[in-house]
Structures are given as structure tokens and as C-alpha cells.
């Protein structure tokens, strides 16, 4: 009997020491803030615009290659092996040229999403330390690692009004 009271003692202990600790733990939902922020939308608009009109681009040119391509090869019989086989390298040339820019492209583009994406992030760095020494919060978790909560402790919602209210726009041009 004795060592029933203990260990309930000692349960109760723990159940309020974990209730303390609840209440500075929170929750958010990084990628809403990251997605759903007018930063965020501003930043994914202009580089899903930038992306399609390239496409554009790099397709119209692509198919330019490949008309060309077609021409020598109906040509092969009227010019000269010589004549061809200049041709034929010079459209070479233009191949590689025209798959190292699109190379440089993806390149770019992936760059300046992981650049928005820091920047970003720094901005929220700031304002979560800022938020968490105001409220007297411990911990803030991502909500991907959150199996149950109560939605009382999400905070999703007041860190993006601060979010969108500091970070109107990260300037991608």
C-alpha cells in the first residue's frame, strides 16, 4: 500500500509538472507561413511567372532547333560531306548552347528560391524570438512534428498577421 502512494505521488508530480510545461509549448504550421504569407505568395507568383514565360522561351527555341534539324537532314543529299559536316557541327554547337541556358535556368531559378527562402525564414527567426521573449513561451514546435495538440496553442495564425504586417515583400527582381 505504501508503495502505491508513492507512485501515485510521484505521477501526480509529473502530470502537473507536464501541465506547467504545456502551457509554454506551442505549435505552428511552417510551411502556411512560408506559403500563405503575402512575402511568401509574392515571392512564389514572381518565380512561377518567371519560370513560364523562360518555358516559353526556351521551347520556341528548342523547336527552332529541332526545325533546323530537320532541314539538314532533308538537305544531307544535296550538299557536300564537307558543307554537311560543318552544318551538322554548328547545330551541335547550338545544342550545347541551348542546354547549357536552359542548365543555367534551373540553376538560377533554384537559387533564387532557396535565396527567398532564407531570407524568409530570417524574417520569421526574428519575429518568433521577438514573439516568444514577449509571451513568456518556451517552446514553439512545427506542426508537422505534432501528433495531437489542442488548437488553442496554435499560433500559426498571430505569427502570420505579425509576419505579414513586418514583411510586406521580399524584392525578387
Same mark, same amino acid.
Given at each position: 500500500m505504501r508503495?502505491?502512494?508513492?507512485?501515485?505521488?510521484?505521477?501526480?508530480? #509529473?502530470?502537473?509538472?507536464?501541465?506547467?510545461? $504545456? /502551457?509554454?509549448?506551442?505549435?505552428?504550421?511552417?510551411?502556411? #507561413? #512560408?506559403?500563405?504569407?503575402? $512575402?511568401?505568395? /509574392?515571392?512564389?507568383?514572381?518565380?512561377?511567372?518567371?519560370?513560364?514565360?523562360?518555358?516559353?522561351?526556351?521551347?520556341? /527555341?528548342?523547336?527552332l532547333l529541332k526545325k533546323e534539324e530537320i532541314d539538314l537532314i532533308a538537305k544531307k543529299k544535296t550538299l557536300s560531306t564537307d558543307e554537311y559536316k560543318k552544318k551538322l557541327n554548328q547545330l551541335r554547337e547550338k545544342n550545347v548552347k541551348f542546354q547549357r541556358k536552359r542548365a543555367n535556368f534551373t540553376t538560377a531559378i533554384a537559387k533564387q528560391r532557396a535565396d527567398a527562402r532564407s531570407r524568409l525564414l530570417k524574417a520569421l527567426d526574428q519575429i518568433l524570438t521577438k514573439y516568444m521573449s514577449e509571451n513568456n513561451i518556451q517552446i514553439i514546435i512545427d506542426k508537422k512534428y505534432v501528433i495531437m495538440a489542442n488548437s488553442k496553442i496554435d499560433l500559426t495564425d498571430k505569427i502570420l498577421e505579425v509576419l505579414n504586417k513586418e514583411l510586406k515583400s521580399l524584392n525578387l527582381k
Open positions: 508503495y502505491l502512494k508513492i507512485i501515485f505521488f510521484v505521477l501526480l508530480i #509529473l502530470n502537473f509538472y507536464n501541465l506547467s510545461f $504545456a /502551457e509554454e509549448t506551442y505549435f505552428i504550421d511552417m510551411s502556411k #507561413l #512560408l506559403n500563405q504569407s503575402k $512575402a511568401g505568395k /509574392e515571392a512564389q507568383d514572381f518565380l512561377k511567372k518567371k519560370i513560364i514565360t523562360e518555358d516559353k522561351k526556351l521551347k520556341e /527555341e528548342g523547336k
